[in-house]
């Protein structure tokens, strides 16, 4: 799993280009707090934990290109870019939840010395966040690695991996540790249509970890898990409301129902960053529309007419329902979900 998804190093920000993969492995710097929008807006950075902590160093790069001379401007420098950073994607509450911590370690220095203690503060910040979120998402890995046992299929769905993460994933999480644990198990990745996350950016990470995948396209699933080679499907999410309904990649609600009409498990692993008690149901929960070209002329060839309607959501809600348990950096949450979720908050 790739180490190296969001990178600080000498105050510069370096993220892997994800649109280039699975072909080219290329690291970019984030020079400028544009560059950072831009990033995530475009899916070079993407997967709800790897853009909040993006996001969070985001913010230093702001402060470091405004060099504000003292302790007002920086502390205004990284409000508004925490500010402008929110505006990037709308559905992962990750983002949200990491700007508003930098946000308010932003406010806290107010009467700080001069803006070199604000900066200290930020760094720090953002630097908890992205450990955090690596011990996280191994605690994840820990917790979950017992459901997967020898000759099981698991299905997955997009991509929760270490290139969505700050280095080990949610769903793969489990699936690495379960594999580094000696259990002997096959992944069938979605390819995830429109952006192909699962083909590109899944297999990429169980090809490179050793583990045996295949890929589906999206539409085989239910003739996949009919001939019975599915035995769970483990998925990750990018807000998940205070009653257990789940936000994920587009396609993951329909996986959800195949994987009820046929008995099988459905679990989503997410970090306690990706649950929203503020929001009552998902239905509340805004999914991102994104631009039709990546339906029409997905990679590049125009595959639809024309003038023809699209509706390109990114994201879909499952309701909570549909989930077998979440697995959590605390441990499996089972149903009933909302007194589960508050008691783990
Ligand atoms: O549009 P994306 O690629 O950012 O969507 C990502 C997903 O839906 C992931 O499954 C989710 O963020 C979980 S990542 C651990």
Redesign the pocket.
Known sequence: MPADTVTWRDNALTIIDQTLLPTEYRKIRLARVADVWHAIKT?KI??????GVCAAFGVLVAVKEKAPNNTVDAVRAAIQAADYLATS?P??V?LFWALSRMKRVADSCRDAQDPQAVWQALEAEAKTICDEDRQMCRAIGNHGAGLIHDGDGVLT?????GL??SDY???LAVMFRAHEIGRRFHVFADETRP?L?GAR?TAWELVEAGIDATVICDNMAAQVMREGRIQLVI????RIAANGDTA??IG?YGVALLAKAHNIPFYV??PSS?FDLSIESGEAIPI?QRDPAEVTHGFGRQTAPAGVGVYNP??DVTPAELVTAFITEKGLLRPPYRKEIAAQS
Do not use: M, S, Y
């Not at 993407?46 to 853009?51: D, E, L, V, Y």
């Not at 769905?157 to 991996?161: D, S, T």
């Open positions: 899916l993407r997967g709800a934990p790897a853009i994607r559905t992962a990750n769905h997009c991509n929760a991996g969505a993460t994933g949610t769903a952006l996350q950016l998925v990750g999410a990018d994920n990649k993951t692993a997410a990706t991102e990114a994201f």
